[in-house]
């Protein structure tokens, strides 16, 4: 590949977005690791679990998000816009930064949810074990493992399903959700230019 070439790939995807989305993961990670582990030890072994199952649904519920904003086109939205439905520009955002949103929803809040969701299976395992004072361990682990597993895979794949048919309605009601947030609390998600 030439040198312009190689300018190009750079300026097609924002170098600055991918260092901090990264520092942001990290960040991220850690702190939602840490309420994660702390709550789960502070909670019974129903309370834990139903907060694994949270964590899973968290992880499919952006998973759903980030593949409708990817797969919804413009036009539909523009026509919103022009009756001065406000939602309609945020959506229009949304989808003009497919790219970074995807990436947000689908592999930062996606792994922390997945990576969240192992910690907190297997402090269940502990829990379990102490609670039944188990001599072996092992089989209890894998299981929970296939069970986080199985309930993640199975959740997304139903969800891809759903954002492939039902994208325009997923986008329009996240751009309701954001135009909210940013007329009550005063919180700007996106700039003026959009990013």
Do not use: Q
Not at 27 to 44: G, K, P, T
Not at 56 to 65: A, E, L, M, P, W
Not at 77 to 103: C, D, Q, W, Y
């Amino acid at each position: 590949m030439n040198k312009n070439g190689d300018s190009n790939l750079f300026k097609k995807y924002n170098i600055r977005w991918v260092i901090a989305i990264s520092i942001w993961t990290f960040l991220l990670a850690i702190i939602f690791s840490i309420i994660a582990e702390s709550l789960v030890m502070r909670l019974d072994i129903l309370l834990a679990f139903i907060t694994l199952l949270i964590i899973i649904i968290i992880g499919i519920v952006f998973d759903i998000i980030g593949i409708a904003v990817t797969r919804a086109e413009e036009k539909p939205f523009h026509s919103m816009a022009a009756k001065k439905i406000s939602e309609a520009k945020v959506a229009i955002t949304l989808i003009r930064n497919a790219g970074p949103v995807s990436n947000f929803c689908n592999d930062v809040v996606g792994d922390i949810s997945g990576i969240i969701s192992g910690a907190i299976g297997a402090s269940l395992v502990y829990k379990l074990v102490r609670a039944h004072e188990l001599n072996n361990a092992t089989l209890l682990s894998i299981l929970m493992t296939a069970l986080t597993a199985s309930l993640t895979v199975g959740g997304k794949a139903l969800g891809k399903s759903i954002a492939l048919i039902y994208y325009e309605k997923i986008v329009i009601s996240i751009a309701k959700f954001i135009n909210l947030i940013e007329i009550n609390f005063g919180i700007k998600l996106f700039s003026k230019k959009g990013r």
